[in-house]
């Protein structure tokens, strides 16, 4: 079966600091992979996605990044976090072939000091 | 622009219930809609996907809905247990779908189950 692993569960940064969040599917080949943000208050938003190695599409001009150095990795970074970054991380994977559900990690808790 | 709406925002009831959770979309193009559940502080847990050629999807005690010609979809929970209570969010893929589905969410409702 498949399962996803979200990495750390918490974490708390200063201003300025860089970050990086990371996200692994074991079980599937070639998943579109997903990064998005629940800010409080908000709902999720999409923040990138990726239907392969090394493709990554961003959804909102904003201060991360994301990459996929592996078929069933995916990395959100930045190289100096803003006090808005603030939030609840959340990665995603779906299969290849569209139209099929969606299947979440347990997401980690960003808090900027 | 596709817009998901979900009301009440929070929903109180007390156990043994059977209960509706309403979703409505703006753009009656959609390829699936999907239900999702979220406990506090943990990730989204899919409930049912249903097809846009599907009416119903059921899965235990919840029964999904679709209408897509009024932009409706409901979530119904029967006999609701404590441990149903968590925010239940619904969410729909934007179109056209090009490999990635970029899901668009409601706010969700908060449901609370009292013994």
């Known amino acids: 079966s498949q399962t996803i692993h979200q990495w750390p569960a918490t974490l708390v940064q200063p201003v300025g600091s860089p970050l990086s969040l990371e996200c692994t599917v074991e079980?599937?080949?070639?998943?579109?992979l997903y990064w998005y943000r629940q800010a409080a208050g908000r709902g999720l938003q999409l923040l990138f996605y990726?239907?392969?190695?090394?493709?990554i599409s961003s959804e909102v001009p904003q201060n991360l990044s994301a990459s996929r150095p592996q078929d069933r990795q995916f990395i959100l970074s930045s190289k100096k976090l803003l006090l808005s970054d603030s939030g609840f991380y959340l990665c995603?994977?779906?299969?290849?072939?569209?139209?099929?559900?969606?299947?979440f990690g347990d997401g980690t808790r960003l808090s900027i000091l | 622009k596709q817009e998901v709406t979900q009301i009440p925002a929070a929903l109180s009831v007390p156990e043994g219930e059977n209960l509706v959770l309403n979703c409505s979309f703006t753009?009656?193009?959609?390829?699936?809609l999907q239900w999702f559940r979220q406990d506090p502080g943990k990730g989204l847990t899919s409930l049912l996907l249903?097809?846009?050629?599907?009416r119903e999807q059921t899965s235990g005690r919840l029964n999904a809905s679709l209408d897509k010609s009024s932009g409706r979809s409901t979530l119904y929970i029967a006999a609701s247990q404590p441990g149903d209570s968590a925010t239940y969010l619904c969410?729909?893929?934007?179109?056209?779908?090009?490999?990635?589905?970029?899901?668009?969410f409601g706010q969700g409702t908060r449901l609370t189950i009292n013994p």
């Open positions: 969410a729909v893929p934007r179109v056209p779908i090009q490999g990635a589905q970029k899901l668009v």
């Open positions: 995603a994977w779906s299969t290849g072939s569209g139209n099929q559900p969606q299947h």
């Open positions: 079980g599937t080949s070639n998943p579109n």
């Open positions: 249903i097809q846009s050629s599907q």
């Open positions: 753009d009656s193009a959609i390829y699936n």
């Open positions: 990726s239907v392969g190695i090394g493709q």
